[in-house]
């Protein structure tokens, strides 16, 4: 298996300053199960101290000028991409993810910072009709210092989706990245920080994370809330803000549906479908999961799904010959078999993968078919390798079924029909919904979902606009 050496020097940044902290927690190696380095974990002092410093470096990045602000945030970009070797590495190593993946996200990281460097100059107000001699205007300011809370799937990509809005808003943040990838999410603060920023702007802690969470939304410092992650956390991170009437975007799960209709290049869709469902080992939140197949052409699918999931690549991700890499933690397999032995049972037929193998955290990459409906899997988010194919008769059966579960974050659909894929843009309740493709994302674009998969967005003008406030003033 090819290897590299796990190297990050673990530390929080607070004040301008990197500091060991006081507990520590270990840093596994999901390809192996090893321990490979620990975490420090912030204290009470440590976190007043982050408080302190955001409140002090808002109200000084608030004043700097914007075209100062887009230099640091264009610096940490290039910085970012000349570092994108090295980041990847601790990435792959921390959270699992083949090598070309993990550096391919931070160069996507990079194009945030890029792109939110732009985006603040054109935070444009308006100037309201009124009589001569009189003037109504409307600007937009930054909301104030921002908690920032982000997940080990993706954990450079969210942390810059988070700090580049914020910082180009003119915000300060404290940023509080997931414990199992503290390296390449430090490396994310370092680009910042070399890049010039001034050093009580953001604040980087690691920490128990419901300790973290209440310490820092209690305090009357922080006015805005950003959060990725599961459902359950979502809710109690919206209580505890709820206290402070402090603003909130929640990027929350999903369980996306694929509705598969006749008249689709099937061949050219399962080539697309499996590489999807499997990227980050389905560890994503818009994975493409709960696959609905027209009856003419479903076992054509289930098929063609299972031959190619049979033969998909597995192991370290440091092998560049690999396109899925183990789970991130040893909580994920365990999940996913009690899904897979539960739908099993429920009576669904096991096409392809299934089980668990290696040293690590893997999990063969899986395909269920016949799905009932009272799965476990079919109602709740898997978050793994594991697709779930169900037959369809009619495009209103497969629209009602895409809209059955209280998720609304991604959808997709595949058909040739204009005349439905426009309905189906329409109908399918979920913040975003991919026609025919699977890019649904990019710097310039809101993400975001409806329902239990939370509110507000990240990414292009909307996501700039969550960092900011409205006022109206008037003269006479």
Not at 50 to 59: I, M, P, S, V
Not at 103 to 127: C, H, S, T, W
Not at 234 to 239: A, E, P, Q, S
Request: aromatic share 8%; with cysteine.
């Amino acid at each position: 298996m090819a290897t590299a050496t796990y190297d990050a020097d673990l530390k929080l940044f607070v004040n301008g300053a990197w500091r060991a902290g006081e507990g520590r927690q270990a840093v596994l190696n999901p390809a192996t199960g090893q321990a490979q380095a620990e975490v420090p974990l912030a204290s009470a002092a440590d976190l007043d101290e982050a408080l302190a410093a955001a409140d002090r470096g808002f109200k000084l990045w608030r004043a700097t000028d914007v075209d100062a602000r887009a230099a640091i945030l264009h610096k940490a970009a290039d910085l970012l991409r000349a570092r994108a070797d090295q980041i990847g590495t601790l990435m792959t190593l921390e959270q699992g993810k083949p090598l070309g993946e993990a550096k391919g996200e931070v160069i996507g990281a990079a194009q945030l910072f890029d792109y939110y460097a732009e985006e603040a100059k054109r935070a444009y107000g308006r100037v309201l009709v009124r009589p001569t001699g009189q003037r109504s205007i409307v600007i937009k300011q930054p909301v104030g210092p921002v908690a920032s809370f982000t997940p080990w799937n993706f954990p450079v990509y969210l942390m810059a989706k988070k700090l580049a809005a914020a910082l180009a808003a003119g915000c300060s943040v404290i940023a509080k990245p997931p414990e199992e990838t503290p390296g390449c999410t430090s490396a994310v603060m370092r680009a910042l920080a070399d890049a010039g920023l001034p050093a009580e702007v953001a604040q980087l802690v690691f920490g128990v994370p419901d300790t973290v969470s209440r310490h820092l939304l209690a305090s009357p410092v922080i006015r805005k809330v950003s959060f990725t992650g599961s459902v359950p956390v979502g809710r109690h991170l919206m209580r505890l803000a709820a206290d402070g009437l402090k603003r909130v975007t929640m990027e929350l799960g999903g369980h996306a549906p694929v509705l598969i209709f006749d008249d689709c290049d099937l061949e050219r869709t399962l080539d697309m479908l499996v590489p999807q469902k499997f990227r980050n080992a389905g560890q994503v939140c818009v994975s493409p999961t709960r696959f609905y197949v027209q009856q003419g052409i479903y076992e054509r699918f289930v098929e063609g799904f299972a031959a190619r999931t049979a033969n998909y690549p597995v192991g370290s991700g440091l092998d560049p010959s690999n396109k899925m890499g183990p789970l991130a933690n040893p909580r994920r397999p365990d999940a996913i078999a009690a899904l897979v032995d539960d739908a099993v049972a429920k009576g669904a037929k096991l096409a392809a993968g299934g089980e668990r193998f290696g040293d690590g955290f893997f999990y063969k990459p899986t395909l269920l078919a016949d799905v009932p409906l009272e799965a476990r899997i079919m109602n709740e988010e898997p978050f793994g390798p594991v697709g779930v194919a169900r037959p369809f008769a009619t495009e209103e059966e497969a629209i009602e079924q895409a809209n059955r579960l209280p998720f609304g974050l991604a959808a997709f659909a595949f058909t040739e029909n204009g005349r439905r894929a426009n309905r189906l843009g329409d109908l399918i309740e979920s913040g975003m919904v991919g026609l025919n493709t699977f890019a649904i994302s990019g710097a310039d674009t809101p993400f975001g979902g409806i329902k239990d998969s939370g509110f507000g967005s990240e990414g292009g003008p909307e996501g700039l606009d969550s960092y900011m406030v409205v006022k109206a003033i008037h003269q006479a």
